[in-house]
């Protein structure tokens, strides 16, 4: 009888095949995403984050069931849930508020550096004069000039959908009380040289009217810095007497403390608060 083989084994892998899992390993290990793929494999993370390595649950499409994993993987999935949580919110805003459909999958939204809690998003296509209308249709307006949209520039333009964010304050931030337009546009701090603009200003109304029934600047008024009159004059939004919204005006360099800009954050760099 034929004397048996004996076979080398490593933990219960025979000594060949060990020899062919190197191979392959090194193999493997030139092409391009291998070591980041091994980092996540180490810590029992999922490295293959693509449709057919993930079960998608009913209803969520693979693109977000993709970036749920992702943000579960880099320890950020508390945050990614609330950006969710955001977006959709705004997505009923304007189905319910505008009859309009709108993904906001892909929307890019700052930071928010402490305080500035409110996310105020503009919809691409939203014009000043359909803004005020739709206030005006709501719950009553008022403005100083008849077309906002011919007679106001702003710095910010809805050629595009965007995102920024605001302090949570029923009253305009009194951080900046009595900062005037002209000294807005000096200010070193970009959040207020370059604060909300007339448009931003409505969504925020329409969209705290919608969710609470009640009113902004009931003491104050906001001072639009990011927009002004083509006659210089700086822009002001108000709830005039529990009556109605009014957009009126004052001069540039109107200090009043009753004038508040409501500083903003973008994509832009920010510097110091002057």
């Known amino acids: 009888m034929a004397k048996k083989e004996k076979i080398a084994k490593i933990g219960g892998i025979s000594a060949e095949e060990v020899a ?48 749920v994993l992702g943000a579960y993987q880099n320890g950020t999935i508390e945050s ?61 307006a008022w403005r100083w000039k008849d ?19 605001a302090r949570d304050r029923v009253e305009a931030d009194e951080e900046n009380k009595g900062i005037s337009l002209d000294a807005c546009q000096k200010s070193d701090d970009v959040r207020i040289r370059e604060g909300i603009t007339l448009e931003e200003r409505l969504v925020l109304e329409l969209f705290y009217w919608w969710e609470t029934g009640k009113h902004l600047d009931i003491n104050s008024w906001t001072l639009c810095s990011g927009s002004r009159y083509l006659d210089g004059y700086a822009v002001l939004v108000h709830w005039y007497s529990d009556d109605e919204l009014s957009v009126f005006c004052t001069s540039a360099d109107n200090g009043n403390g009753s004038l508040r800009p409501r500083s903003v954050v973008s994509f832009e760099k920010l510097p110091e608060a002057a």
């Not at 999922?46 to 390595?53: E, M, R």
């Not at 505008?98 to 939204?109: P, R």
């Not at 949209?149 to 333009?157: A, G, H, L, N, Q």
């Open 20 to 67: 062919d899992l190197q191979n392959d390993f090194w193999t493997k290990s030139k092409r391009k995403g291998f070591w980041d793929e091994l980092k996540l494999f180490l810590k029992r993370q999922n490295p293959f984050a693509k449709h057919g390595d993930i079960t998608v649950p009913e209803g969520m499409k693979p693109e977000l069931a993709i970036k």
């Open 80 to 140: 990614f849930i609330e950006r969710e949580k955001l977006l959709e919110k705004w997505q009923r805003f304007y189905r319910k508020i505008f009859g309009k459909e709108i993904d906001l999958s892909n929307l890019e939204i700052p930071d928010d550096p402490e305080d500035f809690r409110w996310l105020i998003v503009v919809l691409k296509g939203l014009t000043r004069n359909e803004l005020f209308a739709k206030c005006k249709e709501k719950f009553g």
């Open 147 to 165: 077309d906002l949209d011919r007679e106001v520039t702003s710095i910010r333009t809805t050629e595009e959908t965007y995102a920024i964010r």
